[in-house]
């Protein structure tokens, strides 16, 4: 996907909510990964009115209250496999009563859905039930409760689902491409292992190029991963990945504060979906 100013901002930003961000490294990076100057600026007095972003000093800016909760959840990517537990062999179930011809919040249902692993049980309609293994930490109230805070409405219904008859337990395990997902863990952590092995070979510029698109990649894997339960998924193969990939954030990071002299914990080379939408 080409980069745009929007999500090259967002994705330097989000590293740290807390942390001023500088517009001129900002115009900086972004004019490195091919987005010009002026195009920086406009998207950032845009950001600031839509409220996505704040001034908090001259030529400062922060995260708004609006992206918040949605950063929250996505710079927590290297905590999510500690927020796994065993399964039990219950659901957790979000039931939409009625749909909405709203884009914005039709989109931010999808993403919410997405990001905590949920797949519709049929295909999607205005009538939609939504489900996942039951096997994430805090269960299904720390799942409505994150459902709200990424934008779900609360009209939807969230609930435990604990005696599904055979067919429909079949069907719910077959929602995800289990097989699928495992090879890949293997496939993006064997590429980052030799990406590291390669990028001492590289320049300067180009490997901080290549560590925002690859990371970009590998974070949006992560964030968009299921964290399916044994025997779904192999689980092994999943926190393998995840190591490789705090390998690679770690290697980006430094990359990019060598070639700005930033402050460390400001720049971020990974992908943020937020940044797309």
Not at 57 to 69: C, P
Not at 211 to 234: C, H, Q, S, T, Y
Request: hydrophobic residues 45%.
């Amino acid at each position: 996907m080409k980069p745009t100013a929007k999500r090259i901002i967002l994705e330097l930003m989000s590293v740290n909510p807390g942390v001023d961000a500088p517009a001129a490294m900002l115009v900086a990076a972004a004019e490195l990964l091919g987005i010009e100057a002026n195009n920086v600026r406009v998207t950032l007095t845009r950001l600031v009115a839509d409220g996505t972003l704040e001034t908090s000093g001259r030529g400062l800016y922060q995260l708004g209250k609006t992206t918040r909760a949605l950063t929250k959840q996505i710079t927590s990517w290297r905590e999510l496999e500690k927020q796994v537990r065993p399964w039990d062999g219950s659901w957790a179930c979000v039931h939409f009563a009625v749909g909405t011809a709203d884009r914005v919040a039709a989109r931010r249902r999808k993403r919410a859905l997405g990001l905590l692993g949920f797949r519709a049980l049929d295909r999607p309609s205005a009538r939609a039930l939504a489900m996942r293994p039951n096997n994430l930490d805090g269960g299904v109230a720390a799942l409505r409760e994150q459902l709200y805070a990424l934008g779900v409405e609360e009209t939807a219904i969230v609930l435990l689902a604990t005696e599904l008859d055979a067919a429909t337990e079949q069907r719910a395990r077959r929602l995800w491409a289990a097989e699928r997902l495992t090879q890949g863990y293997v496939q993006t952590r064997e590429r980052i292992e030799r990406w590291l092995i390669a990028i001492d070979e590289l320049p300067l510029r180009t490997a901080a190029r290549e560590a925002f698109f690859f990371g970009g990649d590998v974070l949006r894997k992560i964030m968009f991963d299921p964290r399916l339960p044994e025997p779904l998924v192999d689980v092994a193969e999943r926190r393998a990945l995840l190591e490789a990939a705090k390998r690679l954030d770690t290697t980006g990071r430094r990359l990019w504060m060598r070639l700005f002299a930033v402050p460390k914990g400001l720049v971020n080379t990974e992908h943020r979906e937020h940044a797309r939408n």
